[in-house]
T-cell receptor, first 119, second 109 residues
Framework: GAVVSQHPSWVICKSGTSVKIECRSL??????MFWYRQFPKQSLMLMAT?????????EQGVEKDKFLINHASLTLSTLTVTSAHPEDSSFYIC???????????????FGQGTRLTVV | GQQLNQSPQSMFIQEGEDVSMNCTSS?????WLWYKQDPGEGPVLLIA?????ELTSNGRLTAQFGITRKDSFLNISASIPSDVGIYFC?????????FGPGTSLSVIP
């Protein structure tokens, strides 16, 4: 259980174009989904937190107009990188937290990540 | 910035050896999570800790939630080559999950 699927696994796009990354919780309802960015040899940096049906909360320094997050249902969140530039090239990872009470709703499960390369 | 510190930053050990790594925080948290990340993959949850003093095992892995709620350790016994990867501690709160900088583990066959 607690499987999170992220798509695509990798994408190459031209500078100036937009890229959409999908994150799905396959066997549970995710009240909250998180989006992270990871540069080589670094830790995961939280970009934003999204709750189903409400606007995402962005971490300081993350441009909300550039990284559009939509959490339209309890099983799907999307991250759109708009007007991508080479410096946006990174490993983007989503995670989802289960809906429900108890200790389990503090655990977060991760997708396999998306390698974005902007050329 | 990150509120978690992990030590050591990297480790090189012989296969069969035991491993211990540590995570500390400047603040008190209610939930500690330990993850392992393989190259090019998303992190995989290893152990979750919910109570101060809690000791939890998952196969050859053992983790403890410090009494002060500001630290945690992860032990790996009898390491094998597939233990290679980056181990992250993370603190989980109502609104976010924040990761430590990670400990890189290399196992020499």
């Amino acid at each position: 259980g607690a499987v999170v699927s992220q798509h695509p696994s990798w994408v190459i796009c031209k500078s100036g174009t937009s890229v959409k990354i999908e994150c799905r919780s396959l066997d549970f309802q995710a009240t909250t989904m998180f989006w992270y960015r990871q540069f080589p040899k670094q830790s995961l940096m939280l970009m934003a937190t999204s709750n189903e049906g409400s606007k995402a909360t962005y971490e300081q320094g993350v441009e909300k107009d550039k990284f559009l997050i939509n959490h339209a249902s309890l099983t799907l969140s999307t991250l759109t990188v708009t007007s991508a530039h080479p410096e946006d090239s990174s490993f983007y990872i989503c995670s989802a937290r289960q809906r429900g009470g108890g200790a389990m709703n503090t655990e977060a499960f991760f997708g396999q990540g998306t390698r974005l390369t902007v050329v | 910035g990150q509120q978690l510190n992990q030590s050591p930053q990297s480790m090189f050990i012989q296969e069969g050896e035991d491993v211990s790594m540590n995570c500390t925080s400047s603040s008190i948290f209610n939930t500690w999570l330990w993850y392992k990340q393989d190259p090019g993959e998303g992190p995989v949850l290893l152990i979750a800790l919910y109570k101060a003093g809690e000791l939890t095992s998952n196969g050859r892995l053992t983790a403890q939630f410090g009494i002060t709620r500001k630290d945690s350790f992860l032990n790996i016994s009898a390491s094998i080559p597939s233990d290679v990867g980056i181990y992250f501690c993370a603190r989980s709160s109502y609104d976010k999950v924040i990761f430590g900088p990670g400990t890189s583990l290399s196992v020499i066959p």
